[in-house]
């Protein structure tokens, strides 16, 4: 798969090699983790030239491969690893890479870095042939016949396109078919990442622009990836690669920094992983202190983000426990004995990360000022933090078959065999119409590095990247069917579809019922997953000129046939009773006979002075049973509000005298109604005819111009008993898309 990969002792830009960049001299060499010494690819090739040995018996050219591989399964079967070596070394043999290497080397190492990450044997099986079919005359079927099945779907995983079949398009086509197979096995990107290390380590005589290429599809799209299936030991190293090809001099002077650090005589890691381990001793709990140097780009990030840095900033500790409740134990001791920095708290084993990572994460505080990072976990939490995916063995077989030793211990999450980022990444890659788009939206969707969880009412969860709006999360739950989305509760409140969501959040997405349901064209610009775009650009590009709110006909305030210049108000601001009515009579029935719609009956109102006229306020539109009282105005005349209409506060704080006013014996009555809803087509109909069939006529309506997709309706009725009240407003609010029905409660100052 890289036959133009090159030695590192070749000559080129890449200084450092294997794992010399993420484990640069921070610390003082008894400090550090043991790793096992890197092998020697020339001595490696020596021996592959040598070829198989008896029959039976392993080769040399593995005996590296098996030591890594019997320190995690030591019971584990290594007959497949001996017959694979024999097939990939005698199918790739006069194969060389431009290094002068025979090919097999690349086999080899790429399986040594999976088995020095606890990988299980079917995965180095796959490994030692992982280039096997693309670059040789052995085939699929053969694979199968020999090793069977599972290794076979491996292989054919890691396998890429032929140029020649696809042109430029191979590329993210391979990707496409890569993460299709991964979605059925993650072993598949395992071994694509240990793959693209090696090549990374090797890169060193070919092209600086190919190199470059190379480098920055490493960056967009793999180390995102080794992030999200937790491997972290394989992201750092190629971020480091990575950050050498494309920022030299920053590289260069990053590593000055970490040398310069290396040279002092003081280390005030070691110091203070002294002080802890004698506290964790005194306090009786089993603990390993480590110190755990930064690789580069960790160095760099803290560098651009303190400024000078200080000889703490070159390193965290890292605790290992044996149990989980452990961890918190570790944590009491080391915030009771030494000082806390507790801003830097964070409990990732109650809530893990999305990639599997468990740990607890604190700072402590020097005298001297400087703060120490301190990471605490267990082995087991170590090893996946490590190894992600590849830690957990074979996550698809049978419980019974499973070593004890890889069972992930009690409280701790086991693996996924379809993580959440990796369902939606395979959901809308079927939507992308070409292999550019695909290409696209797949970098875009790796760099939303960090996931929340919200919770729906009947007790699911969504996860959705950083910054996902409820656009996001309706397209996530209702893929297309979202269309109808017209709305959503967040915590409980209303909020808009362009409400960010934030991690822990309950939302419940409000959906319409009309199957004609469309998106809106604004709907993209609060779309960031690409799930969500995919299916609203889809729908948009078959339905030219569509789009809620777009156009005057999918307004949702205009039906078919009806005059939009009776219903929106001119200058947007709410329109009163002397706009042109919608409709002076019960919607769907004549007026009753002799009966004058622009005089309507209207509710006696007793006044305690004789012979005066009354009038119901306009601000308040009392009926019947409301409480009541009145005011006089100019001509004589008593205005009717309600008691806790805010005009009575303001007249009373004036000084105006109030009139006992009271309710006769008549109960038809004219309110009016205010509805609160989210725009969409069909909706004024849908509102007018539950007005109708509760029994209501309408006098007049007026509709304001949408606002953030919301609606306001305004209806005077008249009913025919004031008891209809409850009833009316109840049947608006079951209208889908109404959130809220209220009387009108104008701010008037005075009549």
Not at 186 to 207: E, F, P, Q
Not at 363 to 368: F, G, L, M, S
Request: aromatic residues 4%.
């Amino acid at each position: 798969m890289s036959a133009e990969a090159t030695n590192p002792a070749s000559p080129g830009p890449v200084a450092p090699t294997a794992s010399a960049a993420a484990t640069a001299p921070a610390v003082p060499r008894a400090d550090r983790r043991k790793s096992r010494a890197r092998i020697d690819l020339r001595r490696l090739g020596r021996a592959a030239l040598l070829g198989p040995a008896v029959r039976g018996k392993l080769p040399d050219a593995i005996s590296h491969v098996v030591e890594a591989h019997r320190a995690h399964h030591p019971d584990a079967d290594l007959d497949p690893l001996r017959r694979a070596y024999v097939l990939a070394e005698s199918s790739h043999r006069g194969q060389m890479r431009k290094s002068g290497e025979p090919y097999i080397t690349h086999p080899l190492a790429v399986t040594l870095i999976l088995a020095e990450l606890g990988a299980e044997t079917t995965t180095l099986t796959a490994s030692l042939l992982h280039d096997t079919v693309e670059d040789t005359d052995v085939t699929l079927d053969q694979v199968r016949e020999q090793f069977g099945e599972e290794v076979r779907y491996l292989v054919d995983g890691v396998t890429k396109l032929e140029k020649v079949d696809y042109g430029a398009a191979a590329e993210p086509e391979t990707f496409r078919k890569m993460l299709v197979a991964t979605g059925s096995d993650v072993r598949v990107m395992s071994i694509k990442l240990a793959d693209r290390l090696h090549n990374m380590r090797t890169l060193g005589v070919m092209r600086p622009e190919k190199q470059a290429r190379i480098a920055k599809v490493t960056r967009d799209v793999l180390i995102p990836l080794a992030e999200r299936l937790g491997v972290q030991a394989l992201k750092t190293e190629m971020e480091d690669l990575v950050f050498a090809i494309l920022h030299p001099e920053e590289y260069e002077h990053t590593r000055e920094l970490i040398a310069e650090n290396a040279a002092r005589r003081d280390d005030p890691l070691a110091e203070v992983a002294d002080e802890m381990r004698g506290v964790l001793r005194e306090a009786g709990l089993q603990a390993e202190v480590l110190i755990r140097p930064r690789h580069f780009v960790s160095v760099h990030r803290v560098a651009r983000k303190r400024g000078r840095l200080r000889g703490a900033d070159f390193g965290r500790l890292l605790v290992l426990v044996n149990e989980d409740a452990d961890c918190y134990g570790v944590l009491g001791e080391l915030h009771t004995c030494m000082t806390p920095v507790v801003s830097e708290f964070k409990d990732f084993i109650a809530v893990p990360k999305f990639n599997l990572y468990q740990s607890l994460h604190t700072a402590v505080a020097r005298p001297d000022g400087q703060v120490v990072e301190v990471l605490i976990r267990t082995h087991q939490m170590h090893k996946v933090a490590e190894a992600g995916v590849v830690a957990l063995g074979n996550p698809y077989a049978a419980a019974s078959d499973a070593p004890a030793s890889d069972a992930p211990t009690d409280g701790e999450r086991a693996d996924p065999t379809r993580p959440g980022w990796l369902s939606r990444l395979l959901d809308w890659q079927q939507a992308a119409p070409d292999p550019d788009t695909f290409w696209s939206t797949l970098r875009e969707d790796l760099a939303q590095d960090r996931e929340i969880t919200v919770f729906r009412p009947d007790g699911g969860t969504l996860g959705l990247p950083e910054g996902a709006t409820c656009v996001d999360a309706a397209y996530a739950q209702y893929g297309e069917d979202a269309h109808a989305c017209i709305g959503a509760r967040v915590n409980g409140r209303l909020a808009t579809l362009s409400t960010v969501l934030k991690d822990g959040d309950t939302v419940q997405l409000l959906m319409g019922q009309d199957p004609a349901s469309e998106p809106s064209r604004e709907w993209l610009e609060h779309a960031h997953t690409p799930a969500a775009r995919i299916a609203i650009q889809r729908w948009l590009a078959t339905h030219p000129g569509g789009g809620a709110g777009t156009d005057e006909a999918s307004d949702p305030r205009t039906e078919p046939g009806e005059d939009t210049a009776a219903q929106r108000p001119a200058t947007g601001a709410r329109a009163d009773a002397a706009q042109r009515p919608l409709t002076s009579a019960r919607v769907g029935a004549a007026p009753a006979p002799g009966a004058d719609p622009a005089r309507p009956r209207r509710p006696d109102v007793l006044v305690d002075r004789p012979d005066t006229s009354v009038r119901l306020a306009g601000c308040c539109t009392p009926v019947p049973p409301d409480e009541i009282t009145g005011f006089a105005v100019r001509g004589g005349v008593v205005t009717v509000h309600r008691v806790e209409c805010a005009a009575v506060a303001h007249m009373k704080s004036k000084g105006r005298a109030e009139i006992g006013v009271r309710w006769g014996d008549t109960t038809e009555c004219r309110v009016t109604l205010v509805a609160e809803s989210f725009g969409r087509p069909h909706l004024l109909a849908d509102l007018t005819e539950a007005i109708s069939s509760a029994g209501a006529d309408i006098v007049s309506a007026t509709v304001e111009p949408p606002s953030q997709q919301r609606v306001r309706h305004t209806y005077t009725l008249q009913l025919p008993d004031a008891a209809h009240l409850p009833s009316v407003m109840r049947a608006m609010r079951d209208v889908p898309g109404v959130y809220d029905v209220a009387r009108a409660q104008h701010q008037t100052q005075g009549d």
